[in-house]
């Protein structure tokens, strides 16, 4: 009973990266929904059949088999179908049109599962003649080729991905203790064990190869993270369509002086590796500072903004993390009056670095959170938060 328990949670640690989605966006009830495939543990279980199918060609009596059997060379041909497949069900939306690259992790999915199930034979497991141990190789060398692959295509903040690594370990941790405490042992001799034993040691392994795949994956992209910024790729969770355009009207989070952010329509002028170079709109009148802001009609904007404008024509700098969604396009109009007569221009030097872009905040990104205070939480011009006001009934 102990063993099926133990089998049972590191099938469930191994199956919960097929399924994604452990990434929330940053503002659920305005970005899309992530990407879930909530039938992808029972996919793999069934193709999982078929991906150690090439293992034959490496085998005499599967050669055999293959001269002989029409089925085994059904097989043989439907094994990179169903990887192709696979593969595909847990790519994202932006990489489903690329088959050529499809195709490559297909043939490295089928390659390491073919690896697993030869290195399992030449240790000599007398157990992998019977089906059920077979596939459970095949199962656990699938399903963690597949997980990392898709926390490199959807994991996006990287300590978020470091938790899911810690999650994963404290998982592989428990196990290790309670298979000591019942003396099995992680290096079964195949002479000497169960089926059993041989089993539960494969899986523990695949956790560990899955949690270590995902805290590499976490820490390379926290470099570069911290060091120049979230990147355009992969996409944020909930955001479509990624990247934004040029001329594009999406929510943003601009972070200002003061260490405040607040939700706003930008308008997308252009794209660096770091960044999005932006102009921000607000509601709030500026008509005594038209030298610097822009007059935006409502008639123009119909579909993209809800009331009257001012464009800031003082160019902002956006992190990717901190686009929300897309509210539609610059109207054309406006957008030819940039080009030519507006005077966009560039923060000056003298009011210090771009908000938003020291360490503390980039640390905070990567937490899919946002260092500072939401403006409509604080007072204007006070450090404080703003405390609930409590008007007196009327008797």
């Known amino acids: ?29 305005r970005r899309c929904t992530p990407e879930r495939s909530a039938h992808a543990p029972f996919a793999v279980a069934f193709g999982c059949w078929l991906v150690p199918v090439p293992m034959a060609l490496l085998l005499e009596d599967g050669r055999a088999d293959l001269m002989h059997s029409w089925w085994a060379v059904a097989m043989l041909m439907a094994s990179p179908v169903v990887a192709f497949a696979l593969v595909r069900m847990v790519a994202p939306q932006r990489l489903k049109r690329r088959r050529l690259l499809l195709a490559a992790r297909a043939a490295a999915l089928m390659a390491a599962v073919v690896a697993v199930e030869m290195a399992a034979l030449d240790a ?81 392994w695949s956790v560990v190869a ?5 805290a590499l994956v976490a820490v390379a992209r926290l470099v570069r993270w911290l060091r120049s910024g979230p990147p355009a790729r992969p996409a944020p969770p909930g955001v479509a369509p990624w990247p934004p355009a040029v001329g594009d009207v999406w929510m943003a989070e601009l972070t200002h002086d003061d260490n405040t952010y607040k939700e706003r329509p930008v308008v997308v002028l252009e ?13 709030v009148d500026k008509s005594d500072r038209r030298r610097g802001y822009l007059k935006l009609h409502m008639s123009e904007w119909k ?10 024509l003082e160019i902002a700098q956006v992190p990717y993390c901190d686009f929300l969604w897309r509210r539609g396009e610059c109207p054309d109009p406006v957008w030819d009056a940039l080009c030519t007569k507006a005077a966009v221009r560039e923060r000056p030097a003298g009011r210090g670095p771009t908000p938003g872009f020291t360490f503390r905040h980039r640390l905070w990104s990567a937490m899919n959170a946002h260092a ?24």
């Open 1 to 29: 009973m102990q063993a099926v328990l133990l089998g049972s949670v590191l099938l469930v640690c191994l199956a919960a990266p097929l399924v994604g989605a452990s990434q929330r966006p940053r503002l659920p009830s």
């Open 124 to 204: 000599g497991v007398p157990s992998l003649s019977v089906v059920g141990p077979l596939l459970t190789v095949s199962f656990a060398a699938t399903a963690t080729v597949l997980g990392v692959l898709r926390v490199v295509d959807h994991g996006y903040f990287p300590l978020v991905l470091l938790r899911t690594a810690a999650k994963q370990a404290l998982v592989a941790g428990g196990t290790w203790y309670w298979m000591h405490r019942t003396g099995a042992t992680l290096t079964p001799d195949p002479a000497d064990s169960t089926t059993t034993a041989q089993v539960l040691a494969l899986l523990w």
């Open 210 to 214: 899955l949690s270590s795949g995902c």
């Open 271 to 283: 794209h660096t590796p770091g960044f999005v170079r932006v102009l921000g709109i607000t509601s």
């Open 303 to 312: 579909g993209v903004l809800t009331k009257d404008g001012w464009l800031n």
């Open 372 to 395: 500072g205070r939401d403006s409509r939480n604080v007072h204007a011009g006070s450090d404080n938060r703003r405390r609930r006001v409590w008007t007196r009934a009327k008797v």
